[in-house]
């Protein structure tokens, strides 16, 4: 399966973004997902996942409430909308098929895209 990211780039505090992750090669629409982040000097950090229907959920408690993922299976893609961003959501964002077992843990994912940058500026 191949990934590919894009959405990111520089806004401002309080404003949004919203990520794209399209995938191809395998059957995405039987795949849960994942949207992780790094920023510098920092490990990957879980942001939210989604399972294959879209009906369930998961968010990190950093993003709770501001950021929605979603997904469109018609299209292989995978979303996360992110509003009131804030200078410390600057990162790396990448998007990840999960394997198994936890949704919170890079551990649990396997085909990882390349990643878009997010950068908030105060």
């Known amino acids: 399966v191949q990934l590919q990211a894009s959405g990111g780039g520089l806004v401002q505090a309080g404003g949004s973004l919203r990520l794209s992750c399209a995938a191809s090669?395998?059957?995405?629409?039987?795949?849960?997902m994942g949207w992780f982040r790094q920023a510098p000097g920092k490990e990957r950090q879980f942001v939210a996942a989604?399972?294959?229907?879209?009906?369930?959920?998961y968010y990190a408690d950093s993003v709770k409430g501001r950021f929605t993922i979603s997904r469109d299976n018609a299209k292989n893609t995978v979303y996360l909308q992110m509003n009131s961003l804030k200078p410390e959501d600057t990162a790396v964002y990448y998007c990840?098929?999960?394997?198994?077992?936890?949704?919170?843990?890079?551990?649990?994912?396997?085909?990882w895209g390349q990643g878009t940058l997010v950068t908030v500026s105060s």
């Open positions: 090669g395998r059957a995405f629409r039987g795949y849960d």
């Open positions: 990840a098929t999960h394997l198994g077992g936890s949704y919170y843990t890079a551990a649990g994912y396997d085909f």
């Open positions: 989604i399972n294959w229907s879209g009906h369930s959920t």
